[in-house]
């Protein structure tokens, strides 16, 4: 029997392939293509303090074998989110990590003690990728101080067993750097990667595209980016789990993904041009695993880090 | 808030036929029982550019209209501009081929339950979906008006049956190649008040809705409009395609076009808001 | 009449379409499909001090919408390039730009004396985007103050009018701080971008598809984060002139580079796909600009960011 | 060093017929006045995927052959074997559609002025140049024994005219579906014994070239190979397809196959040298 279960921290999923947060709204949507309960886990769109309209339109370009986006965290916020949209996902019998976003160091700790007693959340994915109000707008994981702040206030008040997973950007020098210094500040395990930063302009109008000039890069495009930041994040720290995300589109690109270190893997824009895309990748993946002659996922996470010489 | 639309499935659809009209490409899909669900509003969404494609994101297309075929299964049109490179594969694609579309997306077109006075305003591939709400519309007893606009006559879709379905039929066209030269706004008031019209219909350009809503609003008139924003997804998930929408509770909110719309209520919707978000949305700051 | 000039420093060029350094072998090979006179430019591959074997192969791997390289500096070293590349290049009347690597800030001092009096060259690439062997093989481009020390050393030693165009990586937390750095330290003019790192693991054999594991990533899939990287940068310093690059395909696309700010553009990986895409770039431009009714190439540089409400 | 092939041009080449042979596609394009230029282990970069193709690289196949057809034109031969996304478009296509494709590029397979014995060894498709450089040699009085292997009798691309231009043809697969069973290297011994060879061309995967380098190296007869590494570009402008050459002044540099290749002196490469450097070679450190 292959063993296909997976985990991050201290939290077991029956198999590694998520929903990449922001990328499966409420998950009612996708509910109608196939059983929530076929996913390792749906991670929700990142949720901050208050609702958030997000940002103007247009938000998002398609670009070569990708798409810009600045949806801008649009949401209702924790409380109706809680209210809402946890429950009802509960009821669907769903694996569930919670992304919480904040804007500054404050926000990150009321988000963790709102989680803190909420039954049937599997994880926490800390998306410290968003700008810092209190710092210029910066992002948060972009700087070794900032990052460890918010990860810090989310250890600090989340208590008891709920595993945080940190996701960062890849718009940094070292990504791995940032990788340790949230791994000390009490992260359990790592999301890599967030989206690219990158723009688009439109050159009827001769202007940026989005209203908000800059947008995230995904989607295949920025693959080969995902798989060096994991693989360099698990030579770093090979003990340390880490959930993969960028542009896997198919059960081939999961399995790169999981070579270089990834324990699960989220789909994000691959679900856009198709929305059983998760299914399909969980079944290629699956089988891909198998003919390698694999006996359970485990065996394969960082394969690809095996000392040369080695088969 | 609306969910998806749920009849909504996903299939690999033959295209049947493909013919070029005017500015346009008419295409017609096998698409077995989706025909039977799909309501005058609807649109589809179909993956572009084949197995190696660079274009990630699905194209959305209103429903033209939908034929059940019995046995041979039922059938789905489209009308098409090349506008870019995803339109542009789609039109080049020869019958026998197939495509990977989802449909029936998003809201129909409201269908009043007493027989009313509708008239219907489309620009340019937008009086597509109009000719299926008219046979609805008709078989409901209504009375239907169209006006037709493009800037050129090239661009105005107008088959000879979709003709035949309304009980007038006029054509604007900003060249004046065809029909009146002008822009559908300017006849609009004469048809409202000689037909004394209850509510209008409209689907194409944003600017063009906008400017139909002024003139509803003035006349009084309910208006229903078919929008149409950048869509990346056409199924909920990633809130691209958002607009701001003043609901029930008076509370401007970002919807999202492809579930809560394409086919609003005119009234609602705060016009002319591109790149920005108005004061006071919903959890705007 | 259409005025195709562009100046980037001190030097001018009689249209903004360059070939990209590393992407156009010696010139010689590209000839056989156009006139080197035709371009903007022609910019050599990156030369260093001694001859160099490159990296072991598999040194590419296609990804999509781009490639992955890692050709690690191949060449026969600064003297015999003078020898037997530039007299070539001269000989055909080409518009020479000549890009520089070092392993060390020395190296960057002794490639600049060995050019600083031959004649027939416009301009001096700097390639900061290598490896500096006396700091753990970090990136020159990747740290202000090595950044900062390479072209210093150019400058110092460069002598005379030839201007200095610092390329830079885009693989920085912020390269418009690196951007201020390099020339607040004696830049003329930047070029942006070079390749993004990134990985390709082979799921047959489950290893970096790559020799040299890590490689840079290419073409259109980039093009987004260049676009980003010129609009930043010359946001911060619009007085600097930039040789935009990454991804460029299509006429549009070089328009697309030059609104953002680049006051000319090189071509890379689109020559691998069509020997004369920098020819097919150079018309397809030309005509765009014309249709948008701008009178000359000038007028279009950095035109996005313009005031908003203005046409 | 070389440099590119004098003769390369591009064209846009139109598929006149693509048929399916064992595990292969033959397609013959028609390319003008490039059959006239085309030799024996010259190859054609072909650009793959359409328009909106996420695929950005050449693909390189050797030329079969080539046709000079007069005034309808010249026609030029490949042999593909659906191997990834690029070659399985290719052979995909139907006959109409033009690709872009670049040729004659690299090098020849070298001819001897003398009428010589020549032994020609193809693994897979890489039997497909032998049959022209066969019919070459046999031209100049040249006697031709050819040896084909392949795992098994699908990947033998064998044609009934190819069979006919050698004077023996001796068949091996390693499952002994058809011919002998065994590997290429296995006959090898005995043929150049037996017909006194003076000379192997060979053409096919790297691990059988080194290994007939092996045989040819100890019965002293010269050996030229068709040598197969990845290409970005085929014309010599990203160095990505380097493969450490011993020069005539005994020093090994990173050379391109494309243009220093494909085919070359089989004792001048560094065999097995995938992921090294060997030591000692020009600019190593
Ligand atoms: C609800 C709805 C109904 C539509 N009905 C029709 C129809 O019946 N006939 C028709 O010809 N067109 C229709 N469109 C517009 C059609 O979707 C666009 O023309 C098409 O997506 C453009 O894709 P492209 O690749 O050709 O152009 P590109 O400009 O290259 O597309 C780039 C990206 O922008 C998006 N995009 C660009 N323009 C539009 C647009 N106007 N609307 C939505 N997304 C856009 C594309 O989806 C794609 O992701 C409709 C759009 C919507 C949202
Ligand atoms: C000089 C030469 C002659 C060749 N002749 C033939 C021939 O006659 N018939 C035939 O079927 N094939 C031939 N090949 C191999 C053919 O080029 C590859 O099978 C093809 O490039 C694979 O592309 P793909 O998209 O199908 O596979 P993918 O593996 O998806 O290709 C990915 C990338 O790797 C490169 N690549 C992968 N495999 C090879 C390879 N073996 N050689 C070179 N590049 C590769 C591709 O060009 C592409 O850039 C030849 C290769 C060379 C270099
Ligand atoms: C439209 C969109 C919205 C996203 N929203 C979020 C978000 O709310 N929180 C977050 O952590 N990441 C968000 N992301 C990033 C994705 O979760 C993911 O990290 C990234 O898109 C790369 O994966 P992909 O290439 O599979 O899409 C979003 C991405 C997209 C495209
Ligand atoms: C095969 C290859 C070799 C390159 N060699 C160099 C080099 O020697 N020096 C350099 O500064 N940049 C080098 N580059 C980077 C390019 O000059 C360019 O910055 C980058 O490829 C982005 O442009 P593109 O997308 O048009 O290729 C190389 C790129 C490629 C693909
Ligand atoms: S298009 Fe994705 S949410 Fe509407
Ligand atoms: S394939 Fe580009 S140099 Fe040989």
Request: aromatic share 6%.
């Amino acid at each position: 029997m292959f063993n296909f279960e997976t985990s991050l921290g201290q939290a077991s999923f029956a198999n590694p392939i998520f929903t990449a947060s922001g990328c499966a709204g409420s998950g009612r949507e996708l509910s109608q293509f196939f059983e929530l309960t076929e996913l390792g886990a749906v991670v929700t769109k990142s949720i901050m303090l208050k609702p958030r309209s997000g940002r103007a339109t247009p938000r998002m370009a398609e670009t070569p074998s990708g798409m810009l986006n600045s949806i801008g965290l649009q949401g209702p916020g924790i409380d109706i989110f809680l209210e809402k949209d946890i429950p009802w996902l509960r009821d669907q019998g769903a694996n569930i990590v919670v992304s919480i976003a904040g804007e500054s160091v404050e926000d990150y700790a009321v988000l963790a003690r709102k989680l803190r007693s909420v039954s049937g959340i599997s994880a926490l994915e800390v998306n410290i990728s968003c700008p810092n109000v209190e710092n210029r707008g910066q992002v948060f994981a972009c700087h070794p101080e900032t990052a460890r702040a918010a990860i810090e206030a989310v250890r600090r008040n989340i208590g008891g067993e709920l595993p945080i997973i940190a996701k960062l950007t890849p718009d940094v020098t070292s990504i791995a750097m940032i990788a340790e210094e949230v791994v000390a500040a009490g992260a359990d395990a790592l999301a890599l990667i967030n989206t690219v930063l990158g723009m688009v302009i439109d050159t009827n109008t001769m202007r940026p595209k989005l209203a908000g000039k800059t947008g995230g890069l995904s989607g295949p495009a920025i693959r080969p980016v995902a798989v060096r930041a994991i693989y360099q994040v698990h030579e770093a720290m090979p003990q340390v789990k880490i959930l993969g995300m960028g542009g896997v589109a198919t059960g081939r690109d999961a399995f790169e993904l999981i070579l270089a270190g990834a324990s699960a893997v989220s789909i994000g824009t691959a679900t856009f041009g198709n929305p059983t895309a998760v299914m399909k990748i969980k079944e290629e993946l699956k089988a891909g695993l198998i003919a390698h002659g694999f006996d359970s996922l485990k065996e394969a996470v960082g394969y690809a880090h095996r000392v040369e010489g080695n088969l | 808030m609306m969910g998806i639309n749920k009849n909504a499935v996903q299939v690999m659809a033959e295209i049947v036929s493909n013919k070029k009209v005017g500015a346009y490409n008419h295409i017609v899909f096998s698409v077995g029982d989706i025909a039977n669900h799909a309501k005058p509003g609807n649109f589809v969404a179909i993956a572009v550019g084949g197995a190696n494609s660079a274009m990630v994101l699905r194209r959305a297309f209103a429903i033209y209209r939908t034929f059940d075929k019995g046995n041979s299964g039922g059938l789905l049109e489209i009308v098409v501009a090349p506008h870019g490179a995803g339109s542009t594969w789609l039109t080049n694609q020869a019958p026998g081929f197939k495509v990977d579309l989802i449909a029936p997306l998003g809201t129909a077109f409201g269908i009043p339950t007493q027989p009313v006075r509708a008239l219907l305003v489309g620009g340019g591939y937008g009086s597509a979906p109009l000719f299926g709400l008219s046979e609805v519309l008709k078989n409901r007893g209504c009375r239907v008006d169209m006006v037709l606009g493009a800037s050129t006559a090239m661009k105005i879709y107008a088959p000879l049956d979709g003709k035949r379905s309304v009980n007038s039929l006029t054509i604007v066209t900003e060249d004046g190649t065809t029909g009146l030269t002008g822009k559908v706004t300017d006849v609009l008031g004469d048809i409202i008040e000689t037909n004394e019209i209850d509510i209008i219909y409209s689907c194409g350009p944003m600017g063009m809705l906008e400017a139909i809503n002024q003139i509803s609003s003035n006349f009084g008139v309910v208006h229903q409009c078919a929008i149409e924003e950048s869509m990346a997804c056409g199924i909920g998930v990633c809130m691209t395609c958002v607009l701001p929408i003043k609901g029930e509770d008076g509370v401007v909110r970002m919807l999202r076009s492809c579930i809560d719309g394409p086919v609003v209520d005119g009234d609602t919707v705060i016009w002319n808001s591109k790149r920005t978000i108005p004061d006071g949305t919903w959890g705007a700051h």
